[in-house]
Every structure is written in C-alpha cells, then in structure tokens.
T-cell receptor, first 116, second 108 residues
Framework: DTAVSQTPKYLVTQMGNDKSIKCEQN?????MYWYKQDSKKFLKIMFS???????INETVPNRFSPKSPDKAHLNLHINSLELGDSAVYFC???????????????FGQGTRLTVV | KNEVEQSPQNLTAQEGEFITINCSYS?????LHWLQQHPGGGIVSLFM???GKKKHGRLIATINIQEKHSSLHITASHPRDSAVYIC??????????FGKGTHLIIQP
C-alpha cells in the first residue's frame, strides 16, 4: 500500500481553468504538507495542516486553496490557473507537528502540472 | 528564515568512488533530512538527523550542530546512486526548508 498517494500524477490544463490535486495518507499522521518544486528543481513549502487546521501558508497566491476534509486527506485546489503555476507539486505527511519532535517526512510521488 | 546551502551543485564521479555532499544552514534546527530524488521524480527520505551520525547500507550521514553543517557520504558508489540529493532542515516552523539539491551522476 502506498503511504502517501497523490492523484493525478500528470495534469495538463489550459490557462484560466480550475483544477484540484488530491492527497491521501494511510499512515495515521497528524500533519500534512504541500510543497512546490519549480523548473529549477527547487522545493518550497506552500501549506501545512495539522489535524485539519491550517498551520503554514507561505505567501502563496489566494488562487491556491488547500482543503482538509479529515486528517488523512489534504487536497489542493487551484483557481484561474496561470502559466507560472506549472511545476511539480508534492504532498507529504509526518507523525507530529514539526518543531517539538524530530519526525520523518513521507512524500507522495508528485503531480506534474503543466499549464498551457 | 533559515538559509540552506548545498555543495557541490553538480557532481560526476566514477563507479566505486567515495562521494561527499555537504549541507550548511544558518539558523539552529531541530532536525535535518537528507532526501533523494530520482529522475522519475519521486522523493525518498534517506535520513533524519538531530545529532551525530547515521548509517544505512553504503550511505552515511553526519551532522555537527555547533557548526550547523551536515554531510552525506556514499561509499563504493554505483550508477544506481545517480539522483538529486536534497538537504532539508526543520526549525521553528512546521515545514521543511530545502537546499537546492546536488545532482549526482555516477558513471560506470
């Protein structure tokens, strides 16, 4: 069983569309994240949720809206897609909220979003 | 905000060579991760360190908290070790701050 799974793996869409990327973890973790990897392969955190509560929102345009229906799921919805949104988006989870405990991070396989 | 610097950015070596990748960061942390990203794109966590040294197979990771520095070593390198190796730190915030990665190519 895949620990952290994202769907879809590839997403090609036109500018202006609205799209969602889904993420599910079956590890029983409390905290989930979305990271963006740009064309230069640089990873940067976008959002962090702990038990369905938003913890981090790192200067991400408000066209990006994370939604956590339960602590096993953290979906990423993107409105009015722009060319610059093209990137690989990684979901990840960890057992506990970061800085108090040293915990492993488990990553999904990534979603390659291409906006044309 | 933590600055994470990795070196080298690119490294090409021959099979069997001993490989060292370095990572330094600017602000105290609670943990440091070494990640591996293969050409297929998936990210795998290799190590999480808060002190000392860890070993897994041919991979060794060390961290010096006082000097804010970590190294990842690969012994008896093999072409299948070719990947991007990413250092990431966890500090006061919950998420990870990443280095820009080291692109490693091991030639047969």
């Amino acid at each position: 069983d895949t620990a952290v799974s994202q769907t879809p793996k590839y997403l090609v869409t036109q500018m202006g569309n609205d799209k969602s990327i889904k993420c599910e973890q079956n590890l029983g973790h409390d905290t989930m994240y979305w990271y963006k990897q740009d064309s230069k392969k640089f990873l940067k955190i976008m959002f962090s949720y702990n038990n369905k509560e938003l913890i981090i929102n790192e200067t991400v345009p408000n066209r990006f809206s994370p939604k956590s229906p339960d602590k096993a799921h953290l979906n990423l919805h993107i409105n009015s897609l722009e060319l610059g949104d093209s990137a690989v988006y990684f979901c990840a989870s960890s057992p506990n909220r970061g800085h108090r405990l040293n915990t492993e991070a488990f990553f999904g396989q990534g979603t390659r979003l291409t906006v044309v | 905000k933590n600055e994470v610097e990795q070196s080298p950015q690119n490294l090409t070596a021959q099979e069997g060579e001993f490989i060292t990748i370095n990572c330094s960061y600017s602000v105290g942390i609670s943990a440091l991760h070494w990640l591996q990203q293969h050409p297929g794109g998936g990210i795998v966590s290799l190590f999480m360190l808060s002190s000392g040294k860890k070993k897994h197979g041919r991979l060794i990771a060390t961290i010096n908290i006082q000097e804010k520095h970590s190294s990842l070593h690969i012994t008896a390198s093999h072409p299948r070790d070719s990947a991007v190796y990413i250092c990431a730190v966890r500090g006061g915030a919950d998420g990870l701050t990443f280095g820009k990665g080291t692109h490693l190519i091991i030639q047969p």
